[in-house]
């Protein structure tokens, strides 16, 4: 995960522009990046995020 931006924002940004152009959902994400799913979803809701499942991204 040390290539993952350290600021929120940045992280958000970051993961919806992959979700858009690579992964069909956070799952697929996840597991082709090896980031840890939870990890990834409570650090973003600490900084006010949610993910959808229906839009496939954080806002």
Not at 30 to 44: A, F, G, P, V, Y
Request: glycine share 2%; charged share 25%.
């Amino acid at each position: 995960m040390d290539i993952l931006p350290q600021d929120p924002v940045i992280l958000m940004s970051f993961i919806n522009t992959k979700l858009r152009d690579n992964y069909p959902n956070l799952d697929a994400l996840c597991q082709d990046m090896n980031i840890d799913r939870e990890w990834l979803i409570k650090t973003l809701k600490d900084a006010g995020f949610e993910y959808s499942v229906e839009h496939n991204k954080f806002w």
